[in-house]
Every structure is written in C-alpha cells, then in structure tokens.
C-alpha cells in the first residue's frame, strides 16, 4: 500500500500563489509517475499536472500551463505543486496521486493511490 497526505492549500488571493505537498509513504513511490488532480462538488475529478520517474517528462493541463509548476523529491517522497497568479476559477480540492506507471498520465482512470485532499480557495 501506499499512503498519500496532501498538505499547504488555503485561502489565497486571486492573483497570489501557493505550494501543495505531497507526502508518500509505504511501497514504491520513486518508480512511478505522480500527478495532481482537482475536484469541484458535483463535477469530476480534473486532470491538473503529472511527472514521470525520473522528472524526466511533465504534463499539465491548458488551464494552468505556465502558471503552475510539478516537481518531485524522490529523496524525499515528496511531490509538490508549485500555484502562481491563481484565479478564483482554480478553487477546488486537490489530489495527490500515484501512477500504475513510471509515465507521465493525464488519466484519472489510471492512477491507484489518492490523497484525500487538500482545499484551495482563491477569493478575495
């Protein structure tokens, strides 16, 4: 099993910035591309960013594409996400989670271990 904690959201201004973390423990964590997704009640889950092992690939979704930032710490177990000029249309939860494999994967459907979230709003 792999146990995944997300921490750092908040309430931000429009136009401010945050940095998410995300904890892994258990088995196999470097091995496997990590991505990050959003929710929204009543809409589902939404494709935001994903690395490969190795950091050798990143996706990101258009909506944030220059704006936020995926990183991995393979040293560490950890993945962030670094939120810049975030706007009130990206308030939503945030999931961590762990690849089936060491890709980049832009497919919810595909990944095997999630997070339970962390809350981020951005309003002024």
């Known amino acids: 099993q792999v146990q995944l904690t997300e921490s750092g959201g908040g309430l931000v201004q429009p136009g401010g910035s945050l940095r998410l973390s995300c904890a892994a423990s258990g088995r196999s964590f470097s091995r496997y591309g990590m991505g990050w997704f959003r929710q929204i009640p009543g809409k589902e889950r939404q494709f935001v960013a994903s690395?490969?092992?190795?950091?050798?690939?990143?996706n990101y979704a258009d909506s944030v594409e220059g704006r936020f930032t995926i990183s991995r710490d393979d040293a560490k177990n950890m993945v962030y996400l670094q939120m810049s000029d975030l706007k009130p249309e990206d308030t939503a939860v945030y999931y961590c989670a762990r690849a089936e494999t060491a890709l980049a994967i832009t497919t919810a459907s595909r990944y095997d271990f999630w997070g339970q979230g962390t809350q981020v709003t951005v309003s002024s």
């Open positions: 690395i490969s092992w190795g950091s050798n690939s990143r």
